[in-house]
């Protein structure tokens, strides 16, 4: 009587088990959503701008994407919690979780994009490949959703300006003052967040004994590739510096010089 008992309760491993195998499904589910739903965007908007090309509409969602997780990311780490910078390797909220959930569709629907029309190099790729694999691995631990948050609101804080910056050209604006703006936030935001706020993140991470080994070393490599485009931009707004402070000086060549007794006034 006592064996037929114990045969008929199942072993608690495997409950264990079967639930573990829900979460999975659910979150899979979860991120299958968000895929369908940012391609259903995406096809959407190539439907409703015939004239427009394929990058237009994906830096469209881009930009949706960029704006929407930066308002998510930011309630959860400044309102919601935990606080990255003391609670590394928390366990996830059910917050954290949709909002990973609806970032990783994104990630998979623009990393599948660029590989498809191959517009971004290999620094690109190797990012969305690090923030894809960061996400997951926080999905499947149930833990350190915190911080990879944190890093989401860093990376997506200079997004929305990366893609004004982008339309700005393709519509003949960039060179003006509107321009100059776009860049000069665009540059202050990611040397000051991703650079300056990054490096206390990770090391906040690194010192903390919560997190496991390779989420740190997945925060180091992030951390690196945001110092490799940290070095472009920083390339890129010294050239942009000097060719102003040349088109300045070759302007003030072109003015008349003021006049004394009519001649011309010696510098």
Known sequence: ?????????????????????RMAL???????CSLGGWL????????????RSYEWNCRLVTFSHGVLSIILSAYIGFIDGPW??????????????HVLCLTLG???????????????????????????????????LGESGTEVNAVLFGSEITNPLLQARWFLRETGRYHSFTGDMVDFLFVALFTGVRIGVGARL??????????????????VAMYIV????????????????????H?????????PQPTHNGHLKTQ
């Open 26 to 32: 659910a979150l899979c589910l979860q991120v299958l």
């Open 247 to 255: 088109a300045w000086r070759s302007r003030r060549g072109d003015e």
């Open 40 to 51: 259903s965007l995406y096809t959407s908007l190539c439907c409703l701008n015939k004239h």
């Open 106 to 140: 994104y990630f998979i629907f623009d990393l599948g994009w660029c590989v498809y029309f191959q517009s971004e190099g290999p620094l690109m790729l190797a990012h969305h490949t690090l923030s894809i694999l960061g996400i997951m691995v926080a999905l499947a």
């Open 84 to 97: 990255p910078f003391t609670h590394p390797g928390s366990p996830n909220t059910p917050l954290q979780v």
């Open 1 to 21: 009587m006592t064996q037929c008992c114990f045969l008929r309760v199942p072993p608690l491993f495997l409950w264990f088990r079967s639930f573990h195998h």
């Open 226 to 245: 945001s110092w490799c485009f940290m070095i472009s931009i920083w390339h890129f707004a010294w050239r942009k510096s000097i060719k102003k402070y």
């Open 202 to 219: 990770l090391f906040c991470e690194i010192v903390s004994p919560k997190p496991q080994w390779f989420v740190k070393v997945g925060g």
